[in-house]
Nanobody
Framework: HVQLVESGGGSVQAGGSLRLSCTAS?????MGWFRQAPGKEREGVAA???????SYADSVKGRVTISKDNAMSILYLQLINLKPEDTAMYYC????????????????????WGRGTQVTVS
């Protein structure tokens, strides 16, 4: 069981940027970022696998970059040009599985979750 700890959230003005980090207690091949706004379902934002293939939600394409430092087991999410609708709790997720195609953005695929870091855009 891998432990995930997110950091880097905060309050920014629209148009601003943030970089979220997720430190994993051990290496996991497939990792992703999800977010959940009040009253809404948790949705996938971006994911990356062991071959560094990436997936992005349409709502964030062009404004988000996912990356990871395999040596340090740290996952990043760079957010730029933030909008008020990006306000949510952002969660790091991981699954020890190899996918034949692009890493999934489906919540049910992931078995390990962090506690989240809040992003507020005004």
């Amino acid at each position: 069981h891998v432990q995930l700890v997110e950091s880097g959230g905060g309050s920014v003005q629209a148009g601003g940027s943030l970089r979220l980090s997720c430190t994993a207690s051990l290496y996991v091949g497939c990792m992703g970022w999800f977010r959940q706004a009040p009253g809404k379902e948790r949705e996938g934002v971006a994911a990356i696998d062991s071959e560094r293939r990436t997936s992005y939600a349409d709502s964030v394409k062009g404004r988000v970059t996912i990356s990871k430092d395999n040596a340090m087991s740290i996952l990043y999410l760079q957010l730029i040009n933030l909008k008020p609708e990006d306000t949510a709790m952002y969660y790091c997720a991981a699954v020890d599985r190899r996918y034949t195609r692009y890493p999934p953005l489906t919540r049910d695929e992931y078995t390990n979750w962090g506690r989240g870091t809040q992003v507020t855009v005004s």
